[in-house]
């Protein structure tokens, strides 16, 4: 298949591009940008130097609806909304990494995001790409909206226990780290070395816009579930989340080994969530460039509490690995294809 | 004075030889070592050339007691049990940065520490070291037992909702983030740079013995107050730790801003901690190589929960400088003397 | 091909791992370790839970030499002089990644890393791996000594000029960096997170022990070259290597464009070796993961000095990479079988 | 004395705040900006809430003559060529930390920094401020031109060879790291986090700005000595700087001893200047946050080259500390008055 990107000088672009220059099923990937438009690729991201020295190309619908067969969209805010139509309209299917598509409910997208929602009618086409808990629905899809980077940490920390109704609605607290590739490649005060480095911070308390995303799933699983606490963390590393959740659960039936089995059944038939032997803790290197998701459950008897951790390499099962692992499923492939990477260690 | 310190080699006690060699009461250092006697300081830490180039010496009581008028105990955990009663038999005043001097009950301590307690004669006489809560029995004490560096930020950031029984038993939730140095000198697997460089990990989740020092002071100021849940995260890189809480208020009358205004009401005395103003976040490194304790302060009104965050350079509020606080409360000094360092940014 | 690691514990041995779990001529990777034996790989490496799952095996050459049709020997210094010779009497072809077996002179190895020398006949016997130059023995031989990672980068930096005898023995200076990996999994004072981060240091200055095999193999190619200076520093990294190289030419007939030619001309038909376009110099991030070597070379008209610069993955290119493309070149394979993985970045 | 200080908000103005206030004769500072004004300071840098509470004020010189004593230059380039002459015109000593005012000669500064130079009178007027080999010129002058940070360095390290007149031109390498904080505070992507995190670079090879400021000391003190090649490259590390250098003596007559002999005799009543006892080498944390430039210097006999190694805090020594150093001999003040912090380590 001949495969288009638009938004390749991003991080999340050029993820796509390391994965399916290796992909199986990948012949060729034609790059977009509106801003670097002509540029050689290999020059805006030396490390491609002899691995994709194609030109950039300029986001023309009538060039492109002859180019390629599917569309990845890596761009920034507003895109999606516009170049969806226009790619439904051309017949090729749209796997889309903003945070455009993901939210149903307008008016909840224009509170967190404080920009217009998408059309109502891009929004309602829009399959939401958490792989392991929608595939049959991705798998009929002509237009993916891939989830956030958190939301896919946090939902799949979460689903053995929402899809069960066990969640306590009491509290769900979610404190998550980030490595700061998740802030993209454009530079500012809140991606600059000297002031992230050695350094470790905390922003958009009870503000971030993953929050409704998450919400809304989990709200699909246990229908009723209260609102969520959500913070996140800025970690001096390149890649990585980590989500810690705490809550309790809605019945006092489980012991810490039937949670533990309850985790471990739920995601038997999933290559790329790992839950760990009881005891152990995922670390973010462990992930690093795979696109495993690791998760740790462990219920504290003195405290009554449950703790989840789940980590992901935000590029990868955070983003291309799962638009990839997406644009499998869609295809009626294996989920694994071309993603069977070993996260890189140390 | 002439000071002593025990455990000079390790960074705690390189941190106080940092602090008191500029303290205008401080007229010498005297380094006792279990382990390196004979080298000369400097050599151990290169950074001290010309500046500490004195030998460290035996620890000989027999020598101490005439050589000096207070003692700072930065030992591995055992030393203190053992060292502190004949200190106290020579007259000596000491302040222990260890932790076994923290836990009055000694089953509590045994339990987490899995080591055993201290004599509890020992323990009793010890004043726990929080300088801003315990300012009064701590100008009266002869021996401190320094508080722990997580319980430092986590009590500083609780205390004024705990002191007005504010707290709600239904969940305290503590998600800690700590520095590497926070694991002292000793080369380890969980000290190694390659296992941590671009790596965030959990640890020590419902075990770490700082839980029952925190538990311990809260039911002090909130009799009754059920246990909190408690996780250690190691960030990429060196000094520093933020404490992020997580609680409801027992009641609804208080706004966002009365709660803010508790908090500045609360440390408006205390040169030490600044809460920061209304919707701005402390940042790790913005009380670099200082003694300040940061804190913010928010009631979400979405989901009517409580978020702290809480900030120390755990080398110094959370062990060297608080120590040398209490050094100062303890001869009647400013507490600020020798302490006025201004944070290193960036 | 059954394949055989010593040493999988390490770092060196991982990456092996890593590489062959996906080499399409790799049917099965067996693991050996005298620390080890009985441990369950990925409890080792959690990386690796459900990629690596085997138990690490003692190292029983009875059984060995039924097991495996090569083997990789990743292991401390002094064991290849032990094993090769048993291995050989096998008939077990052997790649082994330490220094043992590649300074030709018993006495030069003795002075350098103050250890006793492997047996003379095994050392005869071992053809230096490194693979753009040595292409033909490699294909020939039974056992290779895989290059050390600094004289990798330094020699692929160098080789164009000596082989044509235009280093100026006036001065070759060889200012090389390294990520901490490169220093191994042992935890010690030398790899211990709180000293080397926000840190650069230099060490062994003039006394390094991969000094004397630059120098060997530059007096392969430039017979009466004089010694060169080299000093190494730690990054505070984990993975990579910078080799930065001043010398001048013997002759004054090369232009910077000439001399620009000559490298790109040296290396065209060497996949892993990419000669950067005049005025670009490569990072190391650059070739994380990845099996490349990258170089600029720069004639600088003011001074008439030449400045190289060489980077490759300590981990890939300078140990484990360049031992499985020696694997493919002894095999009659192309030498980038299992080894295009594309750099990750960022 | 009242001091004023233009650039605050940059990394070098906030030393500058962080020294000034605890110096003992430095009443107040005021603080300017031509971006900034009427910004809180404190709001500019977090770190300094409660410390710096002031207002930034706009430079308009009708104030400024009747506000300050003395000012500090901390802006751009172009800035101070401007300001220079008015505050001169007001009879305001001037401490520039910006390049306009180093390099003697007008055509050398443009061909270097490819901006137009500064008035030929005021660069002539301007000392330059390396305080321990300009010590008695600085004590005079009323206009400083505070070195580079690479220069401070690097000549810190040549001087006592070329005040011998012993470098051997034949080749004169310095290889220059720098943390990041040396290319300021502006984002840009080359202070990019995620660019630079766990990666090492070189740039500016042989086309440095500092290379001509060093070259002009150089010459001074050893005439005739030709060109250095000279390169920079970026570690992962906020703040530091180390200069490896590389030459050869012009006699044969010294020792090894002797050299190191002859260093510290240099240096020996330099308070700032520490030469590491033989075979020691320093490492840049060693002098994180303080005034310290230590040194190393070893001559190989196998190779009868020399190299020296000399490490500062980029932003102390290599910016607002050398400034403050300079303050003080203006003002027949100790040099070390204010300037004795310890280094903070780790």
Same mark, same amino acid.
């Given at each position: 298949?001949?495969?288009?990107?638009?938004?390749?000088?991003?991080?999340?672009?050029?993820?796509?591009?390391?994965?399916?220059?290796?992909?199986?099923?990948?012949?060729?990937?034609?790059?977009?940008?509106?801003?670097?438009?002509?540029?050689?690729?290999?020059?805006?991201?030396?490390?491609?130097?002899?691995?994709?020295?194609?030109?950039?190309?300029?986001?023309?619908?009538?060039?492109?609806?002859?180019?390629?067969?599917?569309?990845?969209?890596?761009?920034?805010?507003?895109?999606?909304?516009?170049?969806?139509?226009?790619?439904?309209?051309?017949?090729?299917?749209?796997?889309?990494?903003?945070?455009?598509?993901?939210?149903?409910?307008?008016?909840?997208?224009?509170?967190?995001?404080?920009?217009?929602?998408?059309?109502?009618?891009?929004?309602?086409?829009?399959?939401?790409?958490?792989?392991?808990?929608?595939?049959?629905?991705?798998?009929?899809?002509?237009?993916?909206?891939?989830?956030?980077?958190?939301?896919?940490?946090?939902?799949?920390?979460?689903?053995?226990?929402?899809?069960?109704?066990?969640?306590?609605?009491?509290?769900?607290?979610?404190?998550?780290?980030?490595?700061?590739?998740?802030?993209?490649?454009?530079?500012?005060?809140?991606?600059?070395?000297?002031?992230?480095?050695?350094?470790?911070?905390?922003?958009?308390?009870?503000?971030?816009?993953?929050?409704?995303?998450?919400?809304?799933?989990?709200?699909?699983?246990?229908?009723?579930?209260?609102?969520?606490?959500?913070?996140?963390?800025?970690?001096?590393?390149?890649?990585?989340?980590?989500?810690?959740?705490?809550? *309790?659960?809605?019945?006092?039936?489980?012991?810490?080994?039937?949670?533990?089995?309850?985790?471990?059944?739920?995601?038997?038939?999933?290559?790329?969530?790992?839950?760990?032997?009881?005891?152990?803790?995922?670390?973010?290197?462990?992930?690093?460039?795979?696109?495993?998701?690791?998760?740790?459950?462990?219920?504290?008897?003195?405290?009554?509490?449950?703790?989840?951790?789940?980590?992901?390499?935000?590029?990868?099962?955070?983003?291309?690995? *799962?638009?990839?692992?997406?644009?499998?499923?869609?295809?009626?492939?294996?989920?694994?294809?071309?993603?069977?990477?070993?996260?890189?260690?140390?």
């Amino acid at each position: 298949m001949k495969i288009g990107i638009v938004g390749a000088t991003g991080y999340g672009g050029t993820e796509l591009v390391r994965i399916l220059s290796h992909h199986p099923h990948a012949e060729e990937c034609i790059l977009y940008s509106s801003s670097g438009e002509g540029n050689v690729y290999s020059e805006v991201y030396p490390h491609l130097t002899g691995l994709a020295d194609q030109k950039l190309k300029p986001i023309d619908m009538n060039t492109i609806k002859h180019e390629i067969d599917i569309m990845f969209l890596a761009a920034p805010p507003g895109v999606s909304s516009e170049l969806t139509p226009q790619l439904a309209d051309a017949g090729i299917p749209v796997i889309d990494l903003s945070g455009d598509l993901r939210i149903q409910e307008p008016a909840e997208y224009e509170k967190w995001y404080k920009r217009t929602a998408a059309p109502k009618k891009v929004i309602h086409e829009a399959v939401y790409g958490l792989a392991e808990l929608n595939q049959k629905q991705i798998q009929q899809a002509k237009l993916i909206a891939n989830p956030g980077c958190f939301p896919t940490a946090v939902l799949l920390g979460l689903a053995p226990l929402a899809r069960k109704k066990l969640l306590n609605e009491s509290f769900v607290i979610v404190d998550a780290k980030t490595g700061v590739s998740g802030a993209g490649r454009k530079a500012s005060m809140g991606t600059h070395f000297s002031e992230l480095n050695d350094n470790f911070k905390i922003y958009k308390v009870n503000e971030h816009q993953h929050t409704p995303e998450i919400e809304q799933a989990l709200n699909e699983w246990q229908p009723g579930l209260g609102p969520i606490t959500f913070s996140a963390h800025l970690v001096p590393m390149t890649r990585g989340i980590m989500a810690t959740m705490y809550t *309790q659960l809605t019945t006092s039936d489980l012991s810490a080994d039937d949670l533990h089995d309850l985790y471990s059944e739920f995601y038997q038939d999933s290559y790329f969530v790992r839950v760990r032997p009881k005891g152990q803790y995922p670390q973010t290197k462990e992930v690093y460039g795979s696109n495993f998701c690791d998760i740790a459950v462990t219920l504290d008897e003195r405290t009554n509490r449950v703790t989840i951790v789940s980590v992901i390499d935000n590029l990868m099962k955070g983003a291309a690995g *799962q638009a990839v692992q997406n644009f499998n499923l869609m295809n009626g492939w294996n989920e694994e294809t071309g993603l069977t990477m070993t996260p890189i260690y140390p």
